[in-house]
Structures are given as structure tokens and as C-alpha cells.
């Protein structure tokens, strides 16, 4: 599997950014898909998942204010965020999840930086 994320940038706080995701590939196999963030100095935590079933989780700290959602047909997965605020501020990265006869693999794309200013 492999996912190319665009999106990202720079906003003042309020503001809204939409992040997507392109997975090509073993596409079939993934049962799950979303974002994780990374801020300096903190582990990366999970943002939001979309999982193939159609059931969404979020962090506490976006609920209300991010929204996944994805577009089956392109592959495509979207994170709408609005109501940005400094804490925001991260690396994004896409993940997807499959599920194989070995268990659970993690594929990564590469981050993109969200920078919201105060």
C-alpha cells in the first residue's frame, strides 16, 4: 500500500484546512485508514480513523472540530478540520491499516506540516 497525503499549511487559529490522502495498491486489504499528528517533542497520537465498515474514532481533543470522511471510488480519504487552533500544530501523517494472515501492517505516507497560528 502506498498513500500520498496533500494539504496542509499555514492558518491563523479559527481557521479551517482540508488534508487527503491517496492510497494505491493492495487497497482491498485495508480495513482501516486515517491520520495521525506528531508534534516536536510529543509521540505521535492518532488524529482520526475511517475504518471499512464505515465507522469513524477520533481524539477527544478534535471531536466536534475535524471531520474523516472518504471517497471510495478514488481511494481517497479526507480530514476537514475547522476551528483550528495553535495545538494543532503538527506533522500529519496518513496511515493505513491492513489486516493479512500475519496480523496488522501499518503503512505510512509521508507528513505534512499544519501550522496554525495565534
Known amino acids: 500500500v502506498q498513500l500520498q497525503a496533500s494539504g496542509g499549511g499555514l492558518v491563523q487559529a479559527g481557521g479551517s484546512l482540508r488534508l487527503s490522502c491517496a492510497a494505491s495498491?493492495?487497497?482491498?486489504?485495508?480495513?482501516?485508514i486515517g491520520w495521525f499528528r506528531q508534534a516536536p517533542g510529543k509521540q505521535r497520537e492518532l488524529v482520526a480513523r475511517i475504518y471499512s465498515g464505515g465507522t469513524t474514532n477520533y481524539a477527544d481533543s478534535v471531536k466536534g472540530r475535524f471531520t474523516i470522511s472518504r471517497d471510495n471510488a478514488k481511494n481517497t480519504v479526507h480530514l476537514q478540520m475547522n476551528s483550528l487552533k495553535p495545538e494543532d500544530t503538527a506533522v500529519y501523517y496518513c496511515?493505513?491499516?491492513?489486516?493479512?494472515?500475519?496480523?496488522?501492517?501499518?503503512?505510512w505516507g509521508k507528513g505534512t506540516q499544519v501550522t496554525v497560528s495565534s
Open positions: 496511515n493505513a491499516r491492513t489486516q493479512g494472515l500475519y496480523g496488522l501492517t501499518d503503512y
Open positions: 495498491g493492495s487497497t482491498v486489504s485495508i480495513n482501516a
